[in-house]
Structure formats: structure tokens, C-alpha cells
């Protein structure tokens, strides 16, 4: 075999280095098309692969930052370096369409930055995540951050506050669905101790568009009145909240709500004529049984919420009724709507609930509601057992 003859790159000719060349030939939409598989810091290391890929990454609209650490020992990227780095060379006149950041250890000059980046690039959707379990309540935002004519889907679950201003109108009109997890709402300059008119807050009523609020594990601090006024809110679910706030609603399209925390909720309502589905979870020990005015608390919600069709409540919702029967005795069931009631846990309840005079309690205002019971495995027996009752 004869030796085989090596070709210099350069006595190439240009076309034939084209021709070869097979990566420069792909278009931008494919190249970024792959920038969806990884994140955007590898993207950015992609720009070795070819000069024409130098610039490429630059006008990329889906954004995914993923950090473990503030120094990626694969990489060997310091992010709080790369963050700033990255917004100031790529290509300021491209928008942007999604960021998704997502960190166990964010700084918050790094997270005003992408927020500001973002409210002023046209973005439709943020999701800005903080991973660790380790509270640390390291300093605050201000909630005029968010500000955008474009800004569609905003999810942020931070342990950081959101510092509002009574007096602030929050206006995103675009905006149709808004999570907040772990966030804590203080109001700032703190209002005066005997001032209840500034200690109370309505954040949403200058969101046309909004159809959905979760607010999840989120704390409400120094706020007496939390007022949601929305005529588009479809869908809302408050769920682990710390406070000691009184929730006002006004909404007259919502179709579904979910409660989930400590029985002492205090809830008025001003137009919910289109409800169908409500889901209330409580959560019940030994120390509540001398406080039979939680029971009245719980009451008073569910008749805010008597429009609804379809009722889910948990089993701590059932001790509460069982063990005050006065106080039930003395107020009437005010569901006479509904059409399904579920009883919803995932372990089998104490046999001294007993299931069946808080039944009697629903039925008495709605006699054809359909009960089902969701209890783990033994669910299916369950409601076979709830059903002949």
C-alpha cells in the first residue's frame, strides 16, 4: 500500500473549504433549534465550532441559564461574570422570547439584571427559580421591576421580597399567568401602626388579561387587606401562605379556587357568579379543638364559595366539622349548588371521623350530590363504602 499524501489546509481552495465546511452552511433557525437542547452557556461555547457561529448565539430568543454553583467546576464558567458578560455583548436590538433561570445560589444584583434585561427586550415569559431548600431572605426587589406591554407568562420562586409601595399600580397588560412561590410581599415605606387603609394591597387589578394566580408558600408581611380584583381571572390557588390577612375577591369569570393552609382564613367575596370547582384543604391538630371559632371562620369561606358545583375538601376539613357538631348544627350548609363532593387524603383518616353526619351536614342543602372519596389505594373501597351511606 502505497503512503498516503497529506493535503495542506492552505493550498485549499476557498470553495473547497466550503464545501467541507458542512457546520457554516446551517441556517440560523437550525442553529437555534439546537440552542433549545442546552443551555445558554453552551451555547455561547458553540461559537468555537465556526466563525460564522461567533455571532449566532447573539440573537438566540430562548434563554436557559441552569446554575448548581456560582462557579461551574465543568465549565469552569463564574456565572455572576457570565450573566453580565452576556447581556452586554449579545445583540441588544433582538428580543427575546422565554428566559428560564434557574439557581441554587442567585445573587440578587445578577436577578435585578436578568429582570431589567428582560422587561426591556419584549419578553413574553419569565421563569426565574431559586432550587435550593435553604431559606436566606437576602435582600428585596422592587415589585416596578416588572414592567412590560409584552410580558405574558411570569413564574418566580424566589426567597427574596417583593417590595410594593401602596400607592403603586402594577401594570402588566399583557400578563395571563402569574405564579409566585416563597416570595414574601412587604410593603414599603412600612405604614404606620395605626394606619389600616395603607396596610392593605391590590396588586392585580390592572391585569386585563390575567386567567391564572397561584400564590404558593408566599408570605404576607405587615398587610391587613389583600384585595384580588380581576374581571379575566379564571383560575386561583392560594396555597401554604403565611399571614394574618383578610383576602377580599372580586372575580367575576373565575371558574376555579384552591385553598390550601390553616383553618383561621378570613375570605369576602364580591362577585364569584361563575364558579364552578373549589378545593379547600385545612390542617387540624389537638390544640384546635378548644377553638370552635376556626370552624366559624371556615363556615363563613364556604359560604363566600356557594356557588360552587364541585367541592374538594381533606380530611382535616371533616375533623374540624366533627368535632364542633354545634357549631354546624347552628349554621346551615350553604352549598345548594353542588353536584360532586370529594373527600380527598392520602392515608386512611382516624376511624373517629365520622364521615357520615358531615356527609348528612352537604347533603342537607344539596340531597342529589354525588360523594367520592380519594384515600390512597383503599380509594376504590372507599367509595363504594361512602356511596351506601
Not at 160 to 182: A, K, Q, R, V
Amino acid at each position: 500500500m502505497g503512503r498516503r499524501k497529506s493535503i495542506k489546509l492552505s493550498n485549499m481552495a476557498p470553495e473547497d473549504l466550503n464545501d467541507d465546511d458542512r457546520i457554516s452552511r446551517l441556517h440560523d433557525d437550525l442553529i437555534h433549534h439546537i440552542y433549545l437542547f442546552m443551555d445558554t452557556r453552551f451555547a455561547v461555547q458553540t461559537s468555537l465550532l465556526s466563525r460564522r457561529w461567533r455571532e449566532t448565539w447573539k440573537s438566540y430568543r430562548f434563554l436557559n441559564f441552569k446554575i448548581e454553583r456560582p462557579i461551574d467546576h465543568k465549565t469552569g464558567i463564574k456565572f455572576p461574570n457570565f450573566i453580565h458578560r452576556f447581556f452586554s455583548d449579545r445583540d441588544h436590538k433582538s428580543e427575546i422570547t422565554t428566559i428560564d433561570f434557574q439557581s441554587n445560589s442567585i445573587k440578587l444584583s445578577n436577578l435585578k439584571e436578568t429582570i431589567i434585561y428582560a422587561m426591556s427586550h419584549r419578553t413574553q415569559k419569565v421563569n426565574i427559580e431559586f432550587l435550593s431548600d435553604k431559606l436566606t431572605r437576602r435582600g428585596g426587589l422592587d415589585i416596578s421591576l416588572f414592567r412590560s406591554q409584552f410580558l405574558q407568562d411570569l413564574h418566580l420562586s424566589i426567597d427574596f421580597e417583593l417590595m410594593i409601595s401602596p400607592s403603586l399600580t402594577w401594570d402588566l397588560p399583557s400578563l395571563t399567568s402569574l405564579n409566585l412561590e416563597g416570595v414574601t410581599f412587604t410593603l414599603n415605606p412600612p405604614p404606620p401602626p395605626t394606619d389600616s387603609k395603607c396596610k392593605s394591597i391590590d396588586l392585580f387589578s390592572h391585569f386585563p388579561n390575567l386567567k391564572t394566580l397561584v400564590l404558593i408558600g408566599c408570605r404576607l408581611s405587615n398587610i391587613d387587606t389583600f384585595i384580588i380584583t380581576s374581571n379575566s381571572l379564571h383560575n386561583l390557588s392560594l396555597i401554604d401562605l403565611n399571614h394574618n390577612s383578610e383576602f377580599i375577591l372580586t372575580a367575576p369569570n373565575l371558574s376555579s379556587f384552591t385553598y390550601h393552609g390553616m383553618a383561621c382564613f378570613s375570605l369576602s367575596v364580591k362577585n364569584l357568579d361563575s364558579l364552578q370547582t373549589a378545593n379547600f384543604h385545612t390542617i387540624y391538630y389537638r390544640a384546635l379543638q378548644k377553638q370552635p371559632e376556626l370552624v366559624e371562620l371556615m363556615i363563613k369561606a364556604f359560604e363566600q364559595l356557594h356557588k360552587a358545583k364541585f367541592l374538594a375538601i381533606n380530611s382535616d376539613v371533616v375533623r374540624f366539622l366533627s368535632v364542633f357538631p354545634e357549631v354546624v348544627e347552628r349554621r346551615r350548609c350553604p352549598f345548594r349548588s353542588l353536584t360532586s363532593l370529594t373527600l380527598v387524603e392520602h392515608r386512611l383518616p382516624p376511624s373517629s371521623i365520622v364521615f357520615s353526619d358531615v356527609i348528612d351536614y352537604f347533603r342537607s342543602s344539596s340531597p342529589g350530590v354525588k360523594v367520592n372519596v380519594e384515600i390512597g389505594v383503599a380509594a376504590s373501597w372507599k367509595i363504594r363504602w361512602v356511596d351506601c351511606l
